[in-house]
């Protein structure tokens, strides 16, 4: 029953705001409108070859139509907008996600990579998507290794110089 009642929420809430999207788009299409006086209508059909029927031009030439792609191309515009910032702060939302404690790293290199150079960018996506533990560890494992073949090699030459008394 939950599940039911979760899945009508959930249409009702794309309805709503699709609803919403359709009522700002035709009030930017009122507002826009007087933009589309500016389209010339008295051109000579004949001179095309496909010509649209009278209908789709009488729509075609309204103003309200010319305010409404216009509206529409405004909205597009603002979401490809947001859809790249959107990209572009996938680092610094990574790291909160994690709870890094490079958090603030991240989003000074990415506004790096914003104004001067892309590849600061690609530094911060990679220390957001590093498993910092792990590379701790493997890091770890390298000095405690050095130090044991360190130790190794210091013994064998004491050896040595025994063998050699």
């Not at 008295?42 to 209908?55: A, E, G, R, V």
């Not at 859809?83 to 680092?91: C, D, G, I």
């Not at 990679?126 to 494992?141: E, T, V």
């Given at each position: 029953m939950k599940t039911i009642l979760s899945k009508i929420a959930t249409i009702l809430l794309v309805l709503i705001k699709f609803l919403s999207f359709m009522a700002l788009m035709l009030c930017g299409a009122y507002l826009l409108a007087?933009?589309?006086?500016?389209?010339?209508?008295?051109?000579?059909?004949?001179?095309?070859?496909?010509?649209?029927?009278?209908?789709m031009m009488v729509?075609?030439?309204?103003?309200?139509?010319?305010?409404?792609?216009?509206?529409?191309?405004?909205?597009?515009?603002?979401?490809?907008?947001?859809?790249?910032?959107?990209?572009?702060?996938?680092?610094?939302?990574?790291?909160?996600?994690?709870?890094?404690?490079?958090?603030q790293l991240v989003f000074a290199l990415s506004l790096c990579g914003l104004f001067i150079h892309k590849a600061w960018w690609v530094l911060a996506i990679?220390?957001?998507?590093?498993?910092?533990?792990?590379?701790?560890?493997?890091?770890?494992?390298v000095i405690r290794n050095s130090r044991n073949k360190s130790n190794d090699l210091k013994a064998s030459n004491n050896e040595l110089h025994k063998v050699e008394e």
């Open positions: 007087p933009m589309g006086l500016i389209n010339s209508k008295d051109i000579d059909m004949s001179l095309f070859t496909n010509t649209p029927n009278d209908t729509i075609f030439n309204s103003e309200y139509f010319s305010g409404y792609l216009f509206s529409v191309t405004i909205a597009l515009v603002v979401f490809v907008l947001y859809l790249l910032w959107s990209l572009h702060e996938v680092a610094v939302h990574r790291a909160e996600k994690k709870r890094s404690s490079h958090v990679i220390i957001a998507f590093a498993n910092w533990s792990q590379i701790g560890d493997a890091l770890s494992g």
